[in-house]
């Protein structure tokens, strides 16, 4: 026999081998799908619950503790934020100019959003372009604080994220 031929026992060996590995790549994918399902119905769920915390300021940690003293239209002390969150005590500073990000994604959101709501003034409900941008300053006064807390509790909960565990110290309080 040549130096590096099969035997035929190993080449059934082989073929086995193989045999064993594509049942497994395709048991394998039909475990996958179902727990992709599953995930993927978690992850929907979980965006859900992340976006109400962003739209109620809540906590990013936790989703039960305010970030702000006051309401979220609330002019009274508009730009004063709680150190900790009151209910799992999580940091709303982890770092020095941590909130410049959410400037910078309130600005792209906002030049948007208004882009948008004066081509629809304009062009669709046919205003002047005097008459559009008038409308805009009402709507850019009466939300400018929540849009400011909306920046910054979007911020938190991309940067942070959930905790469940924080969520359970937040219930207990």
Same mark, same amino acid.
């Given at each position: ?63 039960? #503790?305010? $970030? /702000?003293?006051?309401?979220? +239209? @609330? ?25 410049? #990000?959410? $400037? /910078?994604?309130?600005?792209? +959101? @906002? ?63």
């Amino acid at each position: 026999m040549k130096k590096g031929a099969l035997t035929l026992t190993n080449y059934r060996f082989r073929i086995r081998k193989k045999r064993t590995y594509v049942i497994m790549i395709t048991v394998g994918a039909a475990v996958s799908t179902d727990l992709w399902a599953n995930q993927k119905k978690h992850y929907v769920m979980q965006w859900i619950q992340d976006a109400r915390a962003m739209f109620n300021h809540k906590c990013a940690e936790c989703h039960e #503790g305010d $970030m /702000f003293p006051t309401g979220a +239209f @609330s002019f009274n002390k508009p730009f004063d934020m709680h150190e900790r969150c009151p209910k799992c005590n999580a940091n709303y500073y982890p770092e020095p100019g941590f909130y410049y #990000g959410a $400037m /910078f994604m309130s600005y792209i +959101f @906002s030049a948007f959003i208004i882009l948008g709501f004066v081509m629809v003034l304009h062009w669709i409900l046919k205003l002047s372009l005097m008459a559009s941008f008038g409308w805009l300053m009402i709507v850019v006064a009466v939300f400018f604080v929540w849009w400011f807390r909306f920046a910054r509790a979007f911020w938190l909960n991309l940067i942070v994220g959930f905790k469940p565990e924080k969520k359970a110290i937040a219930k207990a309080k």
